[in-house]
């Protein structure tokens, strides 16, 4: 999967909305890439785009989203139909408001399985269902297809939603804060099967998510996003050790641990913009303490500064980073 | 000796379950279960658990939003339980809170001034004239200014709006705030504000906080104290370092290193992946609560036995079988 400069409006009552600004980035066969932002950055506008998923009064300015030879932007939407579901599956955060309440596991399951596999009968679907949900690690899960939802806890109902995402067999599942929902001893349970689970079917991931310490347990690379443009992409190990963009150095110090306790904790001054008006050049320009005339004419393109880290600045801070 | 503000005793809050077609009391859920613990005068007391664990219904039983079915709180001495309303109104004058979402704690139709103005004037018998001076010094106490009076709650950004209803809680100068997840629905910089404010007014006005997260991390940067409650249940009680650096319940020990971590130290031993679900608070595990999941199980004794206390230093209680008294 590769997004190429992606460029997308909201068009709303109160005026037009500049949500993504240029987005480019691909996700590898295999890996686990972060996209890792605040709220309203256009993590989940861009996971959206990807699947031709976006509003009505959303415009695509400009990109390209190739996927296995298609261009997922320019294609009828009968054939992204085809693709989305089947090659490409979504995980989303609350897995209860995913779930139908009023029908049985096994009912929501076999009814996306009839898409898969169209000439099997009932018997030979109700199997594959209780294979997929054994995959997810559900026990018993014979049982668990005569239950309804509301019966299920939210690891479990993750669970699920993961056997119906994995149920076609995809090569890339999109999981947009697939475990925000759930309470940390479980979302640890849910996190390890993730991993397995993608070893297992050689899948790729692209996770969203806002939880800076999933990021570094699960990604293997991370894309950082500020009001709707990456501003720097690079491997797990180097955002965290080696941040060079000013927002990522930001963002990583403002992280509360125990290690900072007795200091005053560092955040970055000002707030997030507005995206009906947005500043011009890097969007990061006003909150910048690097700011250089340069920053405010033209939004700098994501440049290689060593190999495979990018970042998008004209004036990368000289000053070896540390967090304090 | 530290003054205790809040001394809670042996508190039971249970709530009925009905069923059926005539309704009748089927069973309870035990949301807390025989809980007694102590906050000083002055400290951080971070109180951890995962949902369903009680630590909401604990400080709702604390601000007596919900009846506790026995036990004791004393409040500055006073028990909570026996008083009646009208001291209790009083008493609440003492204690108040910051929940978690700011935008679902303002009122939207209520401009910032006469929402922080509310305490004020069911309280005390200040002039309109007063009140706004008053609420122009409470926002300059938590960053923010006079030109956030005359504004509605969603002008406002999340940050803002937090320090608004921190503002709003410290009108009355309270001697406890309780803090039940400040910082959840907040951007990661935003948290650091907030986080930065907070341990500022504690410090600087003195403050007694009751704070109520699962976010660990705030926990050990700002907690003086730490409880870690698990179904209705205080697992273990200690100082901040006792907690965080040599944790005694297993389950402390797994909530901790579930925790995704932004800077693993090289110490990081593997992660400790509990099995199973968190059990029903309306049917909880025999014998020790935490049995069916914990990975130090030592025998019949913890699924037979229920565990007390046990004091393992002056400052750190803990209940399981694994310490004998």
């Known amino acids: 999967m590769s997004v190429e400069d992606l460029v997308v409006n909201f068009h709303t009552v109160d005026g037009t909305v500049y949500a993504l600004n240029g987005v480019g980035f691909k996700v590898r066969k295999g890996e686990v890439l972060g996209l890792v932002g605040e709220t309203g950055c256009g993590k989940t506008a861009t996971s959206l785009a990807m699947l031709r998923l976006l509003p009505e009064n959303a415009e695509v300015l400009s990109g390209r989203i190739l996927f296995e030879g298609h261009d997922l932007l320019a294609e009828r939407l009968d054939e992204v139909a085809k693709i989305r579901g089947r090659r490409i599956s979504m995980i989303f955060q609350d897995p209860a408001s995913s779930l139908n309440p009023v029908f049985k596991i096994g009912a929501q399951l076999i009814d996306v399985l009839k898409i898969y596999y169209p000439n099997d009968d009932e ?81 790729s991931v692209l996770l969203i998510t806002h939880n800076l310490g999933l990021v570094r347990e699960l990604c293997d690379r991370v894309a950082i996003m500020y009001a709707g ?96 | 000796m530290t003054d205790t503000l809040v001394d809670i005793q042996n508190l039971k809050v249970y709530f009925p379950i009905r069923g059926g077609l005539i309704p009748r009391v089927a069973g309870y859920v035990k949301a807390v279960d025989d809980v007694t613990l102590n906050i000083d005068k002055g400290e951080v007391f971070g109180l951890v658990g995962e949902s369903g664990s009680g630590k909401t219904t604990l400080a709702r039983a604390l601000l007596r939003l919900v009846e506790p079915n026995s036990g004791h709180i004393l409040f500055d001495g006073v028990d909570l ?63 923010l200014s006079d030109e956030h009076l005359w504004k509605y709650s969603i002008e406002l950004s999340g940050g803002q709006a937090q320090r608004v209803c921190i503002a709003r809680a410290l009108a009355l100068s309270p001697k406890l705030v309780i803090l039940d997840e400040p910082t959840s629905s907040l951007d990661v910089s935003v948290q650091a504000q907030i986080l930065n404010l907070l341990e500022d007014l504690q410090k600087r006005l003195g403050l007694t906080y009751l704070l109520i997260t699962h976010d660990l991390g705030v926990v ?22 006792e907690i965080f650096q040599d944790p005694a319940h297993p389950y402390t020990e797994a909530l901790l290193s579930a925790v995704p971590k932004v800077d693993p130290a090289p110490t990081d031993k593997a992660r400790i992946i509990l099995r199973g679900n968190i059990p029903s608070p309306a049917s909880p595990p025999t014998g020790c609560r935490f049995h069916t999941r914990c990975q130090k199980y030592i025998g019949d004794i913890c699924r037979d036995v229920e565990p007390n206390l046990t004091t393992l230093s002056a400052t750190r209680k803990v209940a399981c079988h694994l310490y004998k008294p």
């Not at chain 2, 004037?121 to 300059?140: F, N, V």
């Open chain 1, 229 to 324: 443009s990456i501003v720097e992409l690079a491997d797990v190990q180097r955002i965290f050790q080696n941040p060079q963009h000013p927002y990522t150095r930001g963002l990583l110090s403002s992280v509360v641990t125990g290690r900072l306790r007795g200091q005053t904790l560092h955040y970055i001054a000002g707030m997030v913009p507005s995206l009906f008006k947005p500043p011009s050049g890097c969007r990061f320009n006003p909150r910048c303490p690097y700011v250089i005339p340069a920053c405010r004419d033209k939004r700098p393109e994501l440049v290689e500064v060593e190999p495979d880290h990018y970042v998008a600045c004209y004036n990368i801070p000289t000053e070896p980073w540390w967090r304090t």
């Open chain 2, 220 to 241: 050990e940067y700002i907690a003086d104290r730490v409880a870690v409650m698990y179904l209705g249940k205080i697992a273990e009680v200690g100082t901040f370092s």
């Open chain 1, 123 to 203: 018997k030979k679907l109700t199997k594959i269902a209780q294979e997929k949900l054994a995959m997810t690690e559900l026990p018993d899960a014979e049982s668990i297809m005569s239950l309804y939802p509301h019966e299920l806890s939210g690891g479990m109902q993750q669970r699920v939603i993961m056997a119906v995402a994995l149920s076609s067999s995809p090569s890339l599942v999109i999981a947009d804060e697939p475990t925000t929902a759930l309470d940390v001893t479980i979302q640890a349970q849910v996190l390890a099967l993730l991993k397995r689970l993608k070893d297992a079917l050689g899948l």
């Open chain 2, 81 to 143: 339980l026996k008083i009646g309303k009208g001291s209790l109104k009083h008493l609440r004058k003492d204690m108040q809170v910051v929940f978690q979402n700011p935008f679902l704690s303002l009122n939207p139709r209520m401009i910032v001034r006469n929402q922080i103005a509310e305490p004020l004037t069911a309280h005390t018998k200040m002039s309109e004239a007063e009140i706004t001076q008053r609420a122009s010094e409470l926002l300059k106490l938590v960053g």
